[in-house]
T-cell receptor, first 115, second 114 residues
Framework: EAEVAQSPRYKITEKSQAVAFWCDPI?????LYWYRQILGQGPELLVQ????????DSQLPKDRFSAERLKGVDSTLKIQPAELGDSAMYLC?????????????FGPGTRLTVL | QQQVKQSPQSLIVQKGGISIINCAYE??????FPWYQQFPGKGPALLIA?????SEKKEGRFTISFNKSAKQFSLHIMDSQPGDSATYFC?????????????FGKGTKLSVIP
């Protein structure tokens, strides 16, 4: 069964350092999402891609966060510099296309701890 | 602004009992309401979903009840099993800023005890 792959699974870093997370969506899925999930809460959308284009990054803290999906396949989310409040699970999801009620498939996430 | 409110935060049910999780939404533009199940160390997975043109949807032991006028929906798990122990998230989706995006509740941690 096809799955969304993410790496690393865990990352510990010190504040002010740079971190990067990688996501490989299910093959053929045009839409890719990055979510942040703080412990005890639901996922919150950071950025959404349609192929290689950003369609929604309104909740991405652009002063320190960046995301790219250069060839419309895999994607990288970067934080520079990391802050203590960035400690969370970062989830990647993908769907066939951008449409309400189109099922999103989530990866296992990257758990980030900022010390 | 929390657009989807979920309760309870945690729930303990005995094996064979009924688990009920409730959600309420504010935005009348929402038109798709999925429930996700998340096990520790895993990402959320779609469990069941409903659109507002029906009041109930059943899939196996899982049922969504939807009340459009009250802007509320709930998940019922019949004959709850220890394997159902997980965190459940309700969500809602509609258009916003030209995109389709899910808004999640804060989650309910369900524990089914033998």
């Amino acid at each position: 069964e096809a799955e969304v792959a993410q790496s690393p699974r865990y990352k510990i870093t010190e504040k002010s350092q740079a971190v990067a997370f990688w996501c490989d969506p299910i093959s053929g899925h045009a839409t890719l999402y990055w979510y942040r999930q703080i412990l005890g809460q639901g996922p919150e959308l950071l950025v959404q891609f349609q192929d290689e284009s950003v369609v929604d990054d309104s909740q991405l803290p652009k002063d320190r966060f960046s995301a790219e999906r250069l060839k419309g396949v895999d994607s990288t989310l970067k934080i520079q510099p990391a802050e203590l409040g960035d400690s969370a699970m970062y989830l990647c999801a993908s769907s066939l296309f951008r449409l309400a009620s189109n099922e999103q498939f989530f990866g296992p996430g990257t758990r980030l701890t900022v010390l | 602004q929390q657009q989807v409110k979920q309760s309870p935060q945690s729930l303990i049910v005995q094996k064979g009992g009924i688990s009920i999780i409730n959600c309420a939404y504010e935005n009348t533009a929402f038109d798709y309401f999925p429930w996700y199940q998340q096990f520790p160390g895993k990402g959320p997975a779609l469990l069941i979903a409903i659109r507002p043109d029906v009041s109930e949807k059943k899939e196996g032991r899982f049922t969504i009840s939807f009340n459009k006028s009250a802007k509320q929906f709930s998940l019922h798990i019949m004959d709850s099993q220890p394997g159902d122990s997980a965190t459940y998230f309700c969500a809602a989706e509609g258009t916003g800023a030209g995109s389709y995006q899910l808004t999640f509740g804060k989650g309910t941690k369900l524990s089914v005890i033998p």
